[in-house]
């Protein structure tokens, strides 16, 4: 994927990853080593210059539908209730549009749930600006998983918050994805978060951006947040960081 025309700016090239259903995917690398480009090329945003993109067995021409997006950014709109916003998808998503009108008691029941699930029970009627950073996270949350997704990419979405928010919130979406079925793919800086959430971790080279090695995460499921204070999850950090600050080096 090239920005700016023939001569311009080569994003990732050769850049080659697998994720199986259901699997929980973190990519981490060097500032501007293409994260953000892959996960507009996995949604259909962009679409390759060379190569295929595929999700749930279709190749990708245009943007998936059966995605949901969270980004560090939770972009609620100040207008509407934080309930109004989780249920925002179900306007666009067509399948969904076209019950929306009829079966509207069904959707708020269920996005009144997702609320509850991530700790915003009685939340639903407040706006954004009433809402801290981590709770508009959580709503934001909600909203990417209220049409029910097949795969949630997220996109750096803890790294605004503050450490006692980001550690709570990892352990929400931990608890997301273990009583659900949808595969997540993490974009993220933090080698902590990756290595707390993920079952592989994909690392990228610096620019233009390919995968340059995968680790399988071993620690049981479900992890306690007190596994960060040992010493065997500290050696994978540790290892992960050594080669990112070799991919800077190398380019």
């Known amino acids: 994927m090239r920005y700016g025309g023939p001569g311009g700016t080569l994003a990732v090239s050769g850049l080659n990853m697998r994720v199986k259903r259901g699997e929980f995917a973190a990519v981490v690398g060097p500032s501007g080593c293409g994260k953000s480009t892959l996960m507009k090329l996995v949604t259909g945003l962009h679409i390759p210059q060379q190569g295929v993109v595929t999700v749930s067995g279709m190749e990708v021409t245009k943007p998936v539908s059966i995605v949901g997006m969270a980004f560090q950014n939770p972009t609620m709109l100040p207008w509407r209730t934080t309930l109004d916003n989780v249920l925002l998808p179900l306007e666009i998503v067509e399948k969904h549009r076209k019950r929306l009108r009829a079966h ?92 707390f959430l993920a079952d592989t971790v994909h690392v990228m080279s610096a620019r233009p951006g390919r995968v340059l090695k995968v680790h399988q995460v071993g620690f049981a499921r479900p992890r306690d947040i007190g596994l960060m204070y040992e010493n065997s999850f500290n050696d994978v950090v540790h290892t992960l960081r050594g080669e990112i600050a070799d991919a800077r080096e190398a380019a």
């Not at 550690?167 to 608890?175: G, K, T, Y």
């Open 104 to 195: 509207k008691k069904e959707y708020v029941e269920k996005a009144e749930h997702l609320l509850e699930t991530v700790g915003l029970k009685g939340f639903g009627s407040k706006y954004p600006w009433q809402l801290s950073g981590g709770m508009q996270q959580r709503a934001n949350l909600c909203r990417a998983l209220i049409h029910e997704p097949e795969l949630l990419m997220l996109d750096e979405p803890f790294g605004a918050l503050d450490a006692f928010t980001r550690e709570e919130l990892w352990q929400v979406i931990r608890d997301l994805h273990a009583s659900t079925d949808v595969t997540i793919v993490l974009v993220t800086h933090d080698l902590r978060e990756a290595v």
